[in-house]
């Protein structure tokens, strides 16, 4: 999913938005969003706005996968290590749907904003829940990268 969201969003990159739509997720008000949409308005606004449509879209699919695949992951991993550790893994992967509710939001919010019906409160919300969803996420991975190399550890130990 990663390589087909990358490959259809490569069109998005430009100089307003050198990381093509993550530049969207992180635009907090209108002024941040206007030149983003206006930069792909540029190139052929159609086909890249359609392509930015497409990618979000996609995204609502990633979304499934990657929340899944965490929250599953977490859940294991906690499974097999005691004390602390483990109870944190369980609220982890709890925080690892979170973010895949919360990602669903954040499309929600740049899919008005890509069809001319956002606002400075919709792209401060989109940007709100991106943060909180990247954090959980990321705490995810590198839950499952720590408990991974703990139970490797004890394997070799």
């Known amino acids: 999913m990663m390589f087909v969201m990358a490959k259809n969003g490569a069109i998005?990159?430009?100089?307003?938005?050198?990381?093509?739509?993550l530049n969207l997720e992180f635009a907090y008000n209108t002024a941040k969003a206007a030149p983003i949409i206006n930069s792909w308005a540029s190139i052929n606004h159609a086909d890249v706005i359609?392509?930015?449509?497409?990618?979000?879209?996609?995204?609502?699919?990633?979304?499934?996968?990657?929340?899944?695949?965490?929250?599953?992951?977490?859940?294991?991993?906690?499974?097999?290590?005691?004390?602390?550790?483990?109870?944190?893994?369980?609220?982890?992967?709890?925080?690892?749907?979170?973010?895949?509710f919360l990602d669903v939001l954040e499309n929600a919010g740049m899919l008005l904003t890509l069809n001319q019906q956002g606002s400075s409160t919709i792209a401060f919300f989109t940007t709100f829940v991106s943060v909180i969803k990247w954090g959980l996420a990321l705490m995810a991975v590198l839950y499952v990268l720590t408990g991974l190399i703990v139970l490797a550890y004890r394997k070799i130990k």
Do not use: M, R, V
Not at 12 to 21: D, M, R, S, V, Y
Not at 61 to 88: P, V
């Open 50 to 100: 359609t392509a930015a449509k497409i990618n979000t879209y996609w995204d609502f699919l990633f979304l499934f996968f990657y929340a899944g695949f965490l929250f599953l992951a977490c859940k294991k991993i906690a499974q097999k290590i005691n004390g602390g550790l483990s109870k944190a893994g369980h609220l982890i992967a709890k925080g690892a749907l979170l973010a895949g």
């Open 12 to 21: 998005l990159k430009t100089p307003e938005a050198p990381n093509g739509i």
